[in-house]
């Protein structure tokens, strides 16, 4: 339910952080292990030791958990590196992050630091948390929903169906440069 939700992220946002280096702390916990204390909106207490820096080191490390995925920080490499060439440092220096995930302690400061071992020598890189965070992406979707050209750039799962995944290409681009239009042959 939602609020069994809530509740896993008020401890992920509360009681997680993320390590620069999982297992240099990971031996710190082993010689001195420090449990942390998160209280429930139920008044009970839980009980945290590795964990609390271990769950999120999934976002970084997805085989930990057996996913072939790449984890967070090589994902942003890969996506800027996949970018025109003349984009690139723009991208490296213009890093928002949104999402409930990205207020917890460590995680911007991890980012950077992986980051800079990825990207190309000399490239600065920007990162910041957006204002609002965990709510940010929720107000832009509102924002788009409610604009006028909303209606025109939706495609329906009959037109998907009916024209195939070319009419991505042909309702979203024109001459590789998107654009939304009013009038297409797909609307």
Known sequence: SSGINAEYGEVKEGACHVALDCEGKRREYEVDTVVESFTLPDGSELLLDEECFRAPEVLFNPSIIGSTAVGLSQLIYNTIMSCPIETRRALYQNIVLVGGTSTMTGLPERIEHDLSALAP???????????????????????????????????????????????????????????????????
């Open 121 to 187: 020598d000399g490239v600065q890189i920007d990162l910041g948390i957006a204002d609002n965070a965990d709510t940010v992406t929720w107000t832009g979707g509102s924002c788009l929903a409610g604009s006028v050209q909303f209606g025109s750039s939706l495609l329906s799962r009959d037109q998907y169906e009916e024209y195939g995944s070319g009419v991505i290409h042909s309702k979203f681009y024109f001459d590789d440069k998107p654009y939304v239009h009013s009038k297409t042959a797909f609307s």
